[in-house]
């Protein structure tokens, strides 16, 4: 994979922040969500992966706010986006876009047992937007989806992504 030079993503798990960098300045700061498991790589620990990535598949361009990926695939559902109701879904629902990661770096997220991409480590939108600025995905970034529809527009494949405490 290419990384595309210029602009970059920086997730801070410890502000719950993820920072839209070009040309080495903060363009776009954005509130989100880790893993409420904490951090790790292990296939199966449910925990979010640190270290270097990349954009591997940008998923969801014409799907509509809200919109429900099962699968990586709209079906036509739009879910409901919880900001105040304090709701809890019990499904980590997929919403309005999807941006799949690939680790880099082998034995830390890439490879056998740690892989990032076969773990399916996505940043995207969420219902839970109440729960942003706080631990609370499977793995996964979550945003709001106005913030996930508003990054995926500006970024490609290739983009780099650093997960750091």
């Not at 989100?32 to 296939?43: D, L, R, V, W, Y």
């Not at 919403?95 to 890439?110: P, Y």
Request: with cysteine; net charge negative; hydrophobic share 35%.
């Amino acid at each position: 994979m290419n990384i595309i030079s210029g602009t970059e993503i920086e997730i801070s798990i410890s502000e719950q922040k993820l920072y839209l960098i070009e040309n080495d300045s903060i363009v776009e700061e954005y509130v989100i969500s880790t893993s409420a498991f904490g951090e790790g790589s292990k296939e199966g620990s449910f925990k979010t992966p640190l270290g270097k990535h990349a954009v591997k598949k940008l998923i969801g361009d014409q799907v509509p706010y809200g919109g429900r990926l099962i699968g990586r695939i709209f079906n036509g559902e739009i879910y409901p986006i919880h900001d105040e109701e304090k709701i809890i879904v019990k499904d980590d629902v997929v919403q309005s876009r999807v941006i799949w990661l690939e680790g880099l770096e082998l034995g830390k997220n890439k490879g056998t047992g740690v892989d990032s991409f076969q773990r399916y480590i996505y940043i995207h939108g969420t219902p839970e937007e109440w729960r942003l600025g706080s631990k609370a995905s499977k793995g996964c970034i979550r945003m709001s989806n106005l913030d996930v529809i508003n990054l995926f527009s500006k970024i490609s494949l290739g983009t780099a992504v650093n997960i750091t405490l």
